[in-house]
């Protein structure tokens, strides 16, 4: 099944401690994506990647880092986590980076609270 | 750069009544439109897609959703709800070629009274 999967669902973390959520994709899209979603605000992106090892900011890229080393995978970062990184994350994949209608697939989100 | 308003943050019906959820978009290039369902506690999913032709698009569970070019407007309809359709809409626009940045609205939350 076609799919993107997100590791942790819920994390509860406290202020400073280095975590990392995990995102996977078994389409080989070369097109990954992370987002924030917060109340009134929709859905923000934070990084992207449009292949292995090239990796760009969003609109929202502090306090979170990223890497793509493999195809399939995209880990989020978020080294020194802050009570405003609090939020539902989504990763998402997609074909391709450029040319051509594709759509985008989204992960099953991952809420994480930082105290 | 592109942006997505959604001017209804808020929408309360009851079933059977006929919905339109308001989507315009900023941007001077061509755009492919997308609208997305997020169902409670669950993750977003593709409603339906406008990349080119018949600016009428008919999407999965009798949503559709008109391309307005002059009025940089993508609204989506359906014509009568149903209470499991209360969920939360994103409208989304990236633009054609180049990078493709996928931009989203701030979304409507929908409640369908039984």
């Known amino acids: 099944e076609a799919q993107v999967t997100q590791n942790p669902r819920y994390l509860i973390t406290v202020t400073g401690k280095k975590l990392t959520v995990t995102c996977s994709q078994n389409m080989n899209h070369e097109y990954m994506s992370w987002y924030r979603q917060d109340p009134g605000l929709g859905l923000r992106q934070i990084y992207y990647s449009m292949n292995v090892e090239v990796t760009d900011k969003g609109d929202v890229p502090e306090g979170y880092k990223v890497s793509r080393k493999e195809k399939r995978n995209f880990p989020l970062i978020l080294e020194s986590p802050s009570p405003n990184q609090t939020s539902l994350y989504f990763c998402?994949?997609?074909?391709?980076?450029?040319?051509?209608?594709?759509?985008?697939?989204f992960g099953p989100g991952t809420r994480l609270t930082v105290l | 750069a592109q942006s997505v308003s959604q001017h209804n943050h808020h929408v309360i019906l009851s079933e059977a009544a006929s919905l339109e959820l308001g989507c315009n978009y900023s941007?001077?290039?061509?755009?492919?439109l997308f609208w997305y369902v997020q169902y409670p506690g669950q993750h977003l999913q593709l409603l339906l897609k406008y990349f080119s032709g018949d600016p009428l698009v008919k999407g999965i569970k009798g949503f559709e959703a008109e391309f307005i070019k002059s009025k940089f407007s993508f609204n989506l309809r359906k014509p009568s709800v149903q209470w499991s359709d209360t969920a939360e809409y994103f409208c989304a626009v990236n633009e054609k070629g180049g990078y493709q940045k996928v931009t989203f609205g701030t979304g409507t939350k929908l409640q369908v009274i039984p």
């Open positions: 941007y001077g290039g061509t755009v492919n």
């Open positions: 998402a994949s997609r074909l391709s980076w450029t040319g051509g209608p594709d759509t985008q697939y």
